[in-house]
């Protein structure tokens, strides 16, 4: 890089030669130079300032604290044993550090994984105020008073609180924990108390906890260690290339068994309709399936993950919401439309009332065909293949599924995500009739990125 630009600048100077005397090009060297040092510098001091956020160095740091206060006793967790003890879960780097919030890879028993936190400290979080009571009532047993059942009740108050939920709505309480409470005589010990509670200040945990069982279009949690927790690793999308999702991404280190090589690789031309039918059924989910509507207001490739068969993972939940959550955020005063818009969920301005309607009237699957589905069946995208007959279709479907306008007639709605869904069924079934010659692995060359 360096040196292509020396070369260039000799070339450069050799033209200006013709023309201009040496002393004006020794002058121009020099400036080149000075410049040259200062954009160096930039870098260097820019490298160092951010050096802090997300190294190794803090990310051990952190670790190492979590580790300590495992050990006193003040937090746990089933992933605290092979993060501290047992040596089964090993760190890779570190993902993201921003005011606090704590994310990084990491290898347990061999799975990668990653491990989160909404604040870096355990005592950063909120104490649990019953603990504190126990602590004045004062001894008596003190540390293992507390009942299964007063755990559930404020768990779930927190829970409900947290996504918006009002009471009286019925809430299933993770598997989990519902399998703890069938072993009545059990309490529960400070630790465990203080690490659950600091699990349930973390929206981003709630929001997956109770949704692990109900889809899998969410990260899976495998553990937890005070207040880090542990989800499966994903190939998150990039806003800034095509590779829009990278299968390459999910192997921590180039992976050293023989069939991952083969066996889970779909061909680029796969890849896409396969990926955009796992949205389309997202939507469906998100849509239907659980008691409350959920809506995402941040869709954007980057708030998205697949895992290797494929799926689609919503992995930054900050901004998916349930309907009543949605509803109270949508009811703003309003004296135009614009006032109404709530990243990518909008409602409609009631000049009568200058208030914004509670309904939204736009919906996921169309800010997906919007803002994922156009671009990649874009005619820019798809190249020589954008004329093809089945393509032609497609990116007719996808306009006319990303056009608000249409959004509110649910019956209307409803077809256009049919024949969508029939293209693209259409599409995976003509690829693998192409080059499948009908054998059971159909596995071909290994094409790791979705860049076309
Ligand atoms: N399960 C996962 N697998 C792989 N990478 C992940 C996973 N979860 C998060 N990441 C990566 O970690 C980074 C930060 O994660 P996260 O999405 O939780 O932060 P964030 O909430 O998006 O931060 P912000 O809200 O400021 O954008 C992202 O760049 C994402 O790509
Ligand atoms: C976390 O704890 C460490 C050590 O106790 C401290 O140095 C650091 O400032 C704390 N960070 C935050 C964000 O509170
Ligand atoms: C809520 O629980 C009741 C029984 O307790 C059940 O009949 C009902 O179907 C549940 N509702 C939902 C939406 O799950
Ligand atoms: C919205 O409008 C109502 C009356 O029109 C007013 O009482 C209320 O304070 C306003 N709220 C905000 C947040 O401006």
């Not at 020396?6 to 450069?12: C, D, E, N």
Request: some cysteine.
């Amino acid at each position: 890089m360096r040196r292509s630009l020396r070369r260039a600048l000799g070339s450069a100077l050799r033209w200006l030669g013709v023309k201009v005397c040496r002393r004006s090009a020794l002058l121009v060297v020099l400036l080149w130079l000075a410049s040259w040092l200062f954009l160096n510098g930039l870098v260097f001091v820019h490298r160092n300032m951010f050096s802090d956020f997300c190294t190794d160095d803090k990310s051990k740091e952190i670790l190492q604290r979590v580790c300590d206060e495992y050990q006193q006793g003040v937090l746990t967790g089933d992933l605290c044993e092979d993060l501290c003890v047992a040596g089964r879960v090993e760190y890779k780097r570190c993902l993201y550090y921003e005011n606090g919030k704590k994310v990084m890879a990491a290898s347990w028993r061999g799975v990668p994984v990653v491990l989160k936190s909404k604040l870096e400290n355990f005592s950063s979080y909120e104490a649990l105020a019953l603990l504190e009571y126990q602590d004045a009532a004062g001894g008596m047993g003190g540390e293992e008073e507390l009942s299964p059942l007063d755990v559930v009740f404020y768990a779930t108050l927190e829970i409900k609180n947290s996504l918006g939920l009002e009471t009286g709505t019925n809430l299933t309480l993770p598997r989990l924990w519902g399998q703890k409470l069938k072993e009545s005589e059990r309490t529960y010990s400070r630790a465990e108390l203080a690490s659950l509670w600091a699990l349930l200040q973390q929206e981003e945990y709630i929001f997956l906890r109770v949704l692990q069982d109900l889809t899998h279009h969410v990260a899976k949690i495998l553990g937890s260690c005070g207040h880090f927790y542990a989800v499966e690793y994903l190939a998150a999308g990039h806003a800034w290339d095509q590779h829009i999702f990278s299968l390459e991404d999910l192997s921590l280190s180039p992976s050293p068994s023989p069939d991952s090589g083969q066996d889970r690789m779909f061909t680029l031309r796969d890849m896409v309709p396969r990926v955009a039918l796992s949205f389309l059924e997202m939507v469906e989910h998100f849509e239907n399936d659980f008691s409350h509507r959920l809506h995402l207001c941040d869709i954007k490739p980057e708030n998205f993950a697949i895992r290797k068969d494929l799926t689609v993972v919503a992995i930054d939940v900050d901004m998916a919401f349930f309907e009543p959550k949605m509803r109270d955020i949508l009811e703003q005063n309003c004296t135009s439309d614009n006032d109404c818009n709530f990243f990518d969920c909008i409602s409609k301005c009631d000049k009568t009332k200058n208030r914004c309607g509670s309904n939204r009237k736009n919906s996921n699957l169309q800010v997906i065909c919007e803002k994922i589905f156009r671009p990649w069946f874009s005619p820019t995208l798809l190249g020589a293949k954008a004329g093809l007959p089945l393509q032609v279709d497609l990116q007719r479907a996808v306009q006319e599924c990303a056009d608000f306008d249409g959004g509110e007639d649910g019956e209307r709605r409803r077809a256009v995500r049919q024949q969508l869904q029939a293209l693209l069924v259409e599409l995976v079934q003509e690829d693998t009739g192409n080059q499948g010659e009908g054998q059971e692995h159909k596995m071909r060359r290994v094409h790791t990125a979705l860049n076309f």
